[in-house]
Every structure is written in C-alpha cells, then in structure tokens.
C-alpha cells in the first residue's frame, strides 16, 4: 500500500493537473495556477482516499439521548471556592452534588 503522505511524481502531476483545471475553470485569473495549488492537493488527497475519517471514535464521556457529553458534577469539586460563601475556610461545598441523596444528606447537616 502506498504512502498518502508520500509525494510522489504522479501524485505531484495530478496536482498540476487539477490546478490548472481549477484556474480554467475560474476563467484563468492572472495569479496563474498555481495559485490553486493547495486546493487541488487537498481535493486530490480526498480522491485518492476517501474513507479516510470514516472510522467511528467512541466518546471518552458518556452521551445523553440527543449525543451530548454528560459530566459528572463532582468534577467541579476541585475548583475551589467559586466566590459565594465569604468562609475562609472553604468548607461549603457550592457545587452540584454526584447524587440527590449527597444532596439530600448535606443539606440535613447545615
């Protein structure tokens, strides 16, 4: 299999190909084609290998039915005190708690 990275002379003919088709059919403006360079060598990246991309990912976050990402709400325990109690101490937890029964048993406490 060949490399798609590797530019080879046919690869680089076909560029100068695409260009220059590119430039005729834009009704060949004077900065030439080579000007259309980079998009011929995109579009000829995207012919030569179109599955590329095509691989599904699984998400490293858990997805709600509409496929977004859910985060767990102690993640925001570490951030520190986020400026509504004036305690100096920093022993009000002022973010959302993981679960309603945490949620349940520190309001209790207070």
């Known amino acids: 299999m060949d ?15 695409k260009a220059k088709e590119m430039w005729e059919a834009d009704g ?14 995109e579009l000829i990246g995207m012919e030569s290998n179109p599955d590329a991309g095509q691989i ?7 997805l709600d039915e509409n496929g977004q990402p ?6 925001e325990e570490n951030l520190g005190n986020s400026g509504g109690s004036m305690n100096e101490l920093d022993d009000r937890q002022e973010v959302p708690f993981a ?4 949620e349940e048993d520190a309001l209790k406490n207070q």
């Open 3 to 17: 490399n798609p990275l590797q530019t080879t002379p046919e690869t680089q003919a076909r560029i100068a190909a």
């Open 28 to 41: 060949r403006p004077g900065c030439g084609p080579d000007a259309y360079k980079e998009a011929a060598s």
């Open 56 to 62: 599904p990912v699984d998400s490293p976050v858990p």
């Open 70 to 75: 859910v985060e767990e709400a102690f993640l």
């Open 99 to 102: 679960t309603r029964q945490e």
